[in-house]
């Protein structure tokens, strides 16, 4: 007998109709109540308006009488075995309150409701299976991928049906919590590998969520900020409860038919097998095997025990510093009276140069700037640096290339900045022949880390004389910034020397819409730049096509590069020493796949004793980095500066 309908009302021995008992209970009486019906009794004797004469009852069982209790066992097993057709013939038993409507339509369409029910657990294994096989990262996200047999599934499933009833309804529920959970840590991964082209780390990577809410709303608005926030919410709490239930529903349909389900486990577990022991694979080279599941809780234990050790390991590293105890007198004396401007390009990765869907017009204004720039009598030299992070977390890259450490999370950040680690920056105002600012237009509230870096003023979004509009995520493009920094310092009469650090900010995602160079005496405080923006292009609309992103990634970069060495050659000078870089490389929609880390770094200076100290280091000439030039770790840079600049280079 299906569930979805109750059994059939017994019929009444003596009336021979499958209606009668239904017809009794709906006239609230019982069959031992029920009156007999007209024409099929005797009237009984005397006046038959009068009182009925007492009759002696006959020995035996009348027609009249209930049936013994051998018949309604008899009966009520042929009822109990009956076919759902005898209980639609039987009628709907009534059900009190709320249970009548609620479960009614299911007596009334038993079909329907039998389709639902197929419906539903189809849809519970489709969950659980995508679940199991889901990949990690967009771009394995394959017609393949959901064809394999997954090794957590099967086992599963054979513990779900060895273990006794009282606990296999908690190992269900446990089952399905966990697959939510890591289904919900593989979407998280989708993110980060689409963004930082790396997993997420559940020990460090917690403070980025908050970095990432306020992108979104720079970029799309509020309202975007806002349903990003919302959807991942409703992901996090209704992912792991869509799959417990849908565990413990297959757990109950396993139960029922436990032989089939027994035979199937048994079958895919020998396939899985056989299917490692062969090597079996897709054409795409997809392995049929899937462990995907348990090779990710396996990393990511082995990520959260290293996640634990690394405060421990940095602070070893940190301890050491070749040049704690130089005397500042012997700092830098290679670079006494010059102005020294280091300066980060957002994004500016080795794809903008070698990509050769972006070489022809970034390559063009590289070299247009050196050949401007030798006109104006400097001369420049180019290597590669290999950053710590891919496609966002710059302050990691820059406190990374300041302080000679690889500064690869934010733990690493926090434990930096909270220490006594010296920086770059820092030992150029040690040594005291330098005044040290920032020219951060990133920067839009407190950013107490500055003091740390060594800086003596720090000019952020709020105080550059900015009084345009935003572009995106930018809160001021570039040439602006390049003019303030003129105007608030390196143009300023009687100053001292000058060390800046200086954050371009224009080439930052999502690249649209993007300011363009106007004539440098029409900056004025920026207003200008709204009319830009007008003609500039929706990040919504760029965003629909990769190959869009990667068109307007490369003009940013050129926008970057070209305000850059304008400014350099309208105003630098003899004592001008530039040393510019990228931060990491773009995302992975403009990277292609391209999984390096690599990022320019030139040096400009029109004294070429400047260029003369780094004559050993190998860099090609030009603001372009030959393929061959050396690549070095972005961390080994403050100490090679150093040394190349200090009292005993080499």
Not at 52 to 63: H, L, N, R, S
């Amino acid at each position: 007998m299906s569930h979805l309908t109750p059994p059939p009302q017994l019929p009444h021995a003596a009336s021979g109709s499958d209606t009668d008992a239904d017809a009794d209970a709906d006239a609230g009486t019982t069959p031992g109540d029920r009156p007999e019906p007209p024409g099929d009794t005797p009237e009984p004797p005397g006046d038959k308006d009068g009182p009925p004469e007492t009759v002696a009852p006959e020995a035996g069982p009348t027609p009249e009488a209930d049936p013994p209790p051998e018949a309604v066992a008899v009966t009520e097993a042929v009822a109990v075995a009956g076919t759902e057709a005898s209980a639609e013939a039987a009628g709907p038993r009534p059900v009190a309150g709320d249970r009548a409507g609620l479960f009614g339509w299911r007596r009334r369409y038993p079909r329907t409701a039998r389709g639902v029910t197929v419906g539903i657990t189809v849809l519970a294994a489709v969950l659980v299976l995508s679940a199991l096989l889901v990949p990690n990262r967009l771009d394995r996200l394959t017609v393949e991928a959901f064809l394999r047999i997954p090794a957590e599934g099967v086992l599963l499933a054979g513990l779900l049906l060895a273990l006794p009833p009282r606990f296999r309804r908690a190992a269900a529920v446990a089952g399905g919590v966990l697959l939510g959970l890591v289904t919900v840590v593989k979407f998280v991964d989708m993110g980060f590998y689409s963004v930082l082209s790396r997993p997420f780390d559940l020990v460090l990577d917690w403070i980025l969520l908050a970095g990432a809410a306020e992108w979104v709303k720079e970029s799309f608005g509020g309202t975007g900020e806002v349903l990003a926030v919302v959807a991942v919410i409703v992901l996090v709490a209704a992912v792991p409860a869509l799959t417990t239930l849908a565990v413990v529903r297959l757990t109950d349909l396993m139960v029922r038919h436990r032989p089939t389900a027994a035979r199937t486990t048994l079958v895919l577990g020998t396939a899985w097998i056989t299917c490692v022991t062969l090597g079996v694979q897709f054409t795409g080279g997809v392995p049929v095997a899937s462990k995907i599941d348990a090779d990710l809780v396996g990393n990511r234990v082995d990520q959260v025990r290293a996640g634990l050790a690394d405060a421990r390991v940095f602070q070893r590293q940190a301890a050491v510093d070749a040049f704690a105890d130089t005397p500042p007198d012997q700092l830098l004396t290679g670079l006494r009276g010059k102005d020294v401007l280091f300066t980060f390009i957002e994004s500016y990765g080795r794809t903008a140069i070698e990509d050769p869907a972006m070489t022809p017009d970034v390559d063009a204004v590289l070299d247009q700037g050196t050949a401007d720039l030798k006109a104006a009598g400097f001369a420049s030299r180019s290597a590669w640096l290999r950053s710590p992070v891919s496609g966002a977390g710059s302050w990691l890259a820059h406190s990374t290339f300041l302080s000679g450490l690889w500064i690869k999370n934010q733990q690493r950040y926090r434990s930096l900045t909270t220490s006594d680690r010296a920086t770059l920056t820092s030992y150029f105002r040690k040594s005291g022949g330098w005044r040290t600012v920032g020219i951060m237009p990133g920067v839009r509230r407190a950013w107490p880390e500055g003091k740390f870096f060594g800086l003596d003023h720090i000019y952020d979004s709020e105080h550059l004389g900015y009084h345009g509009p935003y572009f995106s995520w930018t809160p001021v493009p570039d040439q602006f910034s390049l003019e303030a920094f003129q105007r608030l310092e390196h143009g300023k009469k009687d100053r001292g020397p000058i060390m800046a650090e200086i954050i371009l900010a224009s080439s930052h995602n999502p690249w649209a819409p993007i300011a363009r160079m106007i004539d440098w005496n029409d900056l004025g405080d920026g207003s200008v730049f709204h009319r830009v923006k007008k003609q500039g292009k929706d990040p919504k609309e760029v965003w629909k096509n990769p190959e869009s992103v990667r068109t307007e990634y490369k003009n940013a970069i050129a926008y970057s590069l070209h305000s850059l060495t304008e400014w350099v050659r309208r105003y630098g000078d003899d004592d001008t020493v530039l040393v510019f870089l990228g931060d990491h490389q773009p995302v992975p929609t403009v990277t292609a796949g391209d999984t390096g880390k690599d990022v320019p770094v030139t040096l400009v200076a029109r004294d070429q004793k400047v260029l003369d100290r780094i004559s050993d280091w190998g860099w090609t000439d030009g603001l372009r980095p030959a393929p061959d030039a050396p690549e070095w770790g972005m961390d080994t840079f403050r100490d090679r500066f150093l040394t190349a600049y200090g009292p005993h280079r080499g």
